[in-house]
């Protein structure tokens, strides 16, 4: 099949467990870039929190972030959004707190916190490069919130939460991990599945002529509509068994193996 574009999610896929570019990555889309090959990134993230893999792998494609709830230009011009509901956001942060979940707020550029201390947090600034901010009540940050994040070190807890949550937000939101830990709560045209076609359009590629690669459960709607699908060995098993092909682990240069191989070498 043709290839015109590689769509990789961020986390758990292009960088590492420690949250770093490996020099077989950045080669990987030099090599990408030699024959052709867009290349876009993909993330729960906010763009904010993206802006990082510009330069070690020279995007110029739009950035997309929060699952496609915010589209924008590598600068971080905007291109456009998709925010919660008001009534959305704080059904869904009062539905985490009944069940002992922290809770953060994405609004604008800033990510907000009740309790600096919380869990992951650290894990999170490291990933993203900038520090919360933190506040009495989040409610000025629920009024215009491009994602809500639950956060739990209980994996299976938040694990039942994403069942359970769905149904209680219906069609005005979309409920899913991007990690074990995060349960990303955005927009309902905010995600993978969604955003990946949009992403497609914005850089005048067909969507048979993309390829995809992911890790998490976010990622199994991009999976179903990207041409090739590519699951990093770090994925679950219910993960990897959506995908068409799996790669090794993202400390294993498992995204610069997939491209070669599945891509470059097809």
């Known amino acids: 099949m043709k290839i015109s574009a590689l769509v990789s999610d961020v986390d758990g896929t292009l960088v590492t ?9 950045r080669k990987a889309v030099s ?7 867009d290349f876009a ?5 906010p763009p904010r929190g993206m802006q990082m893999l510009v330069e070690p792998f020279a995007l110029t494609a739009p950035l997309a972030g929060f699952n496609g709830g915010a589209f924008t230009n590598p600068d971080l011009s905007p291109i456009e959004e998709h925010v919660l509901a008001p009534e959305t956001a704080q059904r869904a942060f009062d539905w985490l707190r009944t069940k002992g979940i922290d809770v953060w ?3 604008g550029l800033d990510w907000f916190v009740l309790d600096l201390d919380g869990p ?12 919360p901010t933190v506040v009495r009540t989040l409610e000025p940050a629920l009024a215009s919130a491009f ?6 070190a209980d994996h299976a807890l938040l694990a039942r939460c994403e069942e359970e949550l769905q149904p209680v937000l219906g069609e005005s939101a979309s409920a899913s991990r991007s990690q074990p830990y995060y349960l990303d709560i955005t927009h309902p045209t905010a995600n993978k599945g969604i955003a990946v076609v949009r992403l497609a359009a914005l850089m005048g590629v067909p969507m048979a002529e993309i390829a995809v690669i992911g890790d998490g459960h976010n990622d199994l709607g991009m999976f179903a509509q990207g041409g090739l699908s590519i699951a990093m060995g770090n994925a679950p098993p219910d993960v990897r068994e ?10 294993h240069d498992g995204f610069a193996e ?3 191989n599945h891509i470059l070498n097809a």
């Open 242 to 251: 959506h995908a068409r092909f799996v790669t090794s682990s993202n400390d």
């Open 120 to 131: 992951h947090i650290a894990t999170e600034i490291r990933a993203v490069h900038f520090a």
């Open 17 to 25: 467990s420690g949250k770093t570019v490996t020099d077989a990555s």
């Open 147 to 152: 994602k809500i994040v639950g956060v739990s």
């Open 105 to 107: 707020a994405f609004s």
């Open 258 to 260: 997939a491209v070669r």
């Open 31 to 37: 090599a990408l870039r030699e024959r052709g090959i």
């Open 41 to 45: 990134v993909i993330s729960g993230r």
